[in-house]
């Protein structure tokens, strides 16, 4: 029988009460060989940091998989919470190709006061250019500069994917 | 209303809300994209037992002592837009103490804090998609959103259907809170679906001599769905 679904509401600035006991923003064991850093700042609409967000991602595994129940204790999902410069950071392996028409990525979901339900993008791996240009969701978009806000870029030993909520550069985001 | 689920376009408040102020600079301002659903987005994480132990969906006693304020079990079920129980998922809430006040350092309210409550649990939803929480009725707080503004009594709770398109934060409200009619984050949602939100007081769960017993069921589908035309 159908039932009406639940809305949604803010997660409101006190989050961190409820959500961070899981502490899963290390997907995998940073020694790990092959272990990718992905880290990045939310920034609003002022590119102001945003403090006080939860960003979670779920990803398959490199084999382009999602086994439900693994030994290790893989669930592709993590969670972290902004600091007070708006930045975040996931230890994680990088996702593997799913298929010839969908490039290895990440889906990320955006939560913070002020957001009266998530926000949802994906973030995809500079070094997959040619798999990019194959990819069915990024050749659906005609702008550029939105293309380009879901490309992570090199930075350092670590993958760099800024969030901007709002204004210049503002990321690209989904819905279904 | 008609029977049957709503437009999908009314069941989700909009990210420009020019009553709650925080979402100013937090809204996109261009369309959303649209993400054809494939394997990322229809596969979903499963947390599994060994996170979680029976304690942590019990709010009341995660400290020495007894919490102070009225004792309560929220339970209901978790369930997909077709009725269908969503087993073994997971379950998080958190909220104010029994004063209106958060166990967290950014939260000023002058309301006494409660050393013997946090305001925080967990729980898998069991095979028929049930969950359990026994907490403390929370108190309605002030906030700055507008002059002499105050959030409604309300348990945060954030679930996680079976993929990624289920994912799911809201709030739980209490029934005839006289502030629900203020409140613009309640407010937010079309007048149709937003009584969605609110729990109903249940007598079946309340325990005799020991804590009063409130129903909420959540159901989880069509979130993020673009607005269809017509």
Redesign the interface.
Known sequence: MPVHPTPSQTVGPFFSLGLSWMGAHELVDPSLPGAIVLFGRVLDGAAAPVPDAVIEIFHANPEGRFPRATQDGWTGFGRALTDGDGAYRFVTSKPGALSENEAPHIDISVFARGLLQRLVTRCYFPDEAEANRGDSVLRSIDDEPVRASLLAHREGDGLRFDIRLQGDGETGFFAW | MTE???PVGE?????D?AE?R?????????S??????????L??????HH?ISPGDADLTAQHAGEAQGERIIVTGRL?D???RPIADQLV???QTNAAGR???S??QHPAPLDSNF?????CLTGSDGTYRFLTIKPGAYPWRNHPNAWRPAHI?F?VFGRC??E?????MYFPGDPLLDYDP??Q??SAA??Q??VSSFDLDTTTPEWALGYYF??????????PTAG
Do not use: C, K
């Open positions: 049957g689920a709503p069941l989700d408040p909009p990210y809300s709650y925080a979402s100013a600079l937090r809204f996109p301002r261009r959303l994209l649209t993400l054809p659903a494939g394997p990322t987005e596969h979903g994480p499963f947390f599994g996170r369930l837009a077709d009725g998080e809430i958190w958060y166990a967290h950014n939260d946090t305001g925080a649990g967990r945060h954030s990624f398109t994912r799911l934060v809201t709030q984050v309640y937010s949602v679906a937003r969605r939100m069921d959540i159901v989880i589908g069509g979130h993020l769905a673009t």
